[in-house]
């Protein structure tokens, strides 16, 4: 066995510490919002994300989205230049939403419905972010997916904000 397989094999056992082998953590794939509760995208609204935002994120992220220095901790930009770019999967309205339903806010994940964190999401990918300078060579042959908003849209209106 090579010395990298070796390294990667000691570093998964490690990561697996404390876990039951064969039976699934409670959290694993606890990060996709069921298909019956998404709500199309353009009936998502980002005034009502911003104010959930406001109520729940702020304290951390800060109104500008670009984080607050908490001890030792600050959480990265959710928008701006120094965020995630807008080919990436957090640039999905329904990938994003999933994530902040089951793993946002930090210190109490969970309490979101399936639908903030979706008028969250719309609210955060409503921003500004770098662009992905690949764009155009995505989905050329699958079909675009209903909440990439960063990618123009040829099969709906886009709706008036
Ligand atoms: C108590 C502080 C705190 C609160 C409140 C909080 N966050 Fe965070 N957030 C963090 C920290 C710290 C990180 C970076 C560490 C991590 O990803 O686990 C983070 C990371 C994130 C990320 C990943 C960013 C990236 O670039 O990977 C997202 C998205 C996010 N938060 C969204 C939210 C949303 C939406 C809310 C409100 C519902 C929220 N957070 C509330 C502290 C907080």
Not at 9 to 32: D, H, M
Not at 140 to 158: G, N, Q
Request: charged share 20%.
């Amino acid at each position: 066995m090579s010395k990298e397989v070796l390294a990667v094999s000691a570093y998964i056992t490690w990561l697996a510490r404390g876990f039951e082998v064969g039976k699934s953590p409670a959290w694993r794939g606890q990060n996709t919002i069921a298909a019956a509760a998404l709500i199309p995208v353009p009936r998502l609204d980002p005034r009502r994300g911003e104010s959930l935002f406001n109520e729940h994120c702020t304290s951390c992220h800060g109104v500008d989205g670009q984080g607050v220095q908490i001890g030792d901790k600050k959480p990265g930009p959710l928008w701006g230049p120094n965020s995630w770019n807008d080919g990436a999967g957090a640039a999905r309205v329904y990938t994003l939403a999933g994530i902040i339903r089951y793993a946002r806010p930090y210190l109490d994940p969970g309490r979101l419905t399936d639908e903030e964190a979706q008028h969250l999401a719309a609210f955060i990918n409503a921003k500004p972010r770098p662009v992905y300078p690949f764009k155009a060579q995505d989905y050329l042959t699958e079909k675009l997916p209903a909440d990439s908003v960063y990618y123009p849209r040829r099969d709906v209106p886009v709706p008036a904000q």
